[in-house]
């Protein structure tokens, strides 16, 4: 089965179409809500050229945040991922589906936000939580999918993509510990010996 998805981050994928790369047909374009009586910051604004590139966009705005009370004072609207924002993305991908050659996502890192939305976007098109996730670690092998929008998708859809989250998550803890371990024998390697012979 072709799943035609990519997750990237927003300056990813801004730098791949200034160099001629080619993408899918169909974005799902993710940033932060625009601050009121602020200037616009990067992560709020959608750059232009995805506009002249993409056949249809679907535009969501929310924090990457799972609970409004981690959010800071300045950040107004205080807008964090809902069951419509979710319900947007089912709509969008029944309504494209048929004439769409693929879908590519993009929130600012390509970390979590995204990925929780490749998550759900990847069981609807193989019908398998499995497939799900082994298809996001291959496509994204750093995701950290946002855990309030795949309890969303689990009940949009009656699935239960939070045990594959859970899953997802782990694995990549599992991977920072291992870069760690070797970061720290790397450092201990290059510490002077000491010697035990303490006469004079």
């Known amino acids: ?42 992560d709020e604004m959608m750059p232009r050229q995805f506009r002249s590139h993409f056949t249809r966009i679907l535009r969501l705005e929310f924090f990457d945040v799972e609970d409004r009370r981690h959010l800071r004072r300045w950040q107004f609207p205080k807008t ?9 993305v089912i709509r969008f991908y029944e309504q494209t589906r048929e004439r769409a050659n693929g879908y590519t996502i993009q929130c600012w890192q390509g970390i979590s936000r995204s990925t929780g939305i490749a998550l759900g976007l990847l069981y609807m098109i193989c019908g398998s939580e499995v ?3 082994a298809a996001l670690r291959k496509i994204r092998p750093e995701a950290i999918p946002n ?13 239960d993509l939070s045990a594959a989250n859970e899953e997802i998550r782990k694995e990549r ?16 390697e290059e510490l002077p010996v000491v010697s035990e012979d303490t006469t004079d």
């Open 80 to 88: 964090i991922p809902n069951r419509a924002h979710v319900r947007k």
């Open 147 to 159: 855990h309030r929008i795949v309890a969303f998708f689990d009940k949009e859809l009656g699935c």
């Open 173 to 188: 803890i599992d991977t920072w510990k291992k870069e760690l371990d070797l970061i720290e024998e790397s450092a201990l």
């Open 1 to 42: 089965m072709d799943l035609n998805v990519e997750v990237l981050g927003q300056l990813e994928l801004v730098e791949s179409l200034q160099t001629g790369h080619l993408h899918f047909s169909h974005l799902i374009s993710i940033g932060n809500p625009k601050q009121i009586l602020r200037r616009s910051r990067p």
């Open 131 to 133: 497939g799900a996730r």
